[in-house]
């Protein structure tokens, strides 16, 4: 695919204290991207709550990044179409990609419970945008495009001493001796170090 060339985000027309970096550049990008005007010049977790709190900015930059994504953007002040905006934008960012661990709470944007979680959906929204078909305005951060666990076609092994294989339950077996060089492709694994003498003399 040809490459976009894509505005960049200018993030020093702004300050911010060092601990609220990562959600202040989070709001710049979002007002990059809709146009709408952050509260002030200096950006704090209050400001982007009151930002952010109606769901209508949020619905917008769903809509900038795939237009008509969200038909239906309430106006209103009162609280439940405001937190209908928001539950609208959580269904659409999860349509789009955006991954269960990665979104919030209703109550996390209108109530301003947890907004470093908002933004970090927000963000996670904002990297997704590099492989949106038809998208052309800015992104937030570098492209998706690690996964966890290696490729099937990794060729390097690793020396898995006495490892276990993680399981389902959250839970861990004994790799058996024979099978304690593996590739690297075989995902779900735990290295737990250098063999014993006793899983030494097992595998001799």
Known sequence: ATPVDRPEVDYSAYSYDAENEFVAKVVIWVS???????????????????????????????????PGTIKRVESSPMPFPQRENISRFLDAASKLGVQGHQLFRTGDCFDGLDIRQVCACVGALGRLCHDVPGYTGPCFGKPVTARMGA??????????????????????????????????????????????????????
């Open 32 to 66: 990059a991207v809709t146009g709408a005007p952050l509260p002030g010049p200096h950006i704090d977790p209050a400001g982007v709550h009151t930002y952010l709190k109606s769901g209508v900015v949020l619905c917008d930059l769903l809509n900038c990044i795939r």
């Open 151 to 204: 490729h099937r076609q990794s060729s390097f092994s690793v020396a898995t001493g006495e490892g276990r294989w993680g399981t389902a339950a959250s839970s861990y077996r004994p790799v058996p001796p024979k099978m304690q060089s593996r590739s690297a492709s075989a995902t779900g694994f735990v290295a737990m170090g250098p063999p014993s003498p006793k899983a030494e003399a097992a595998a001799a």
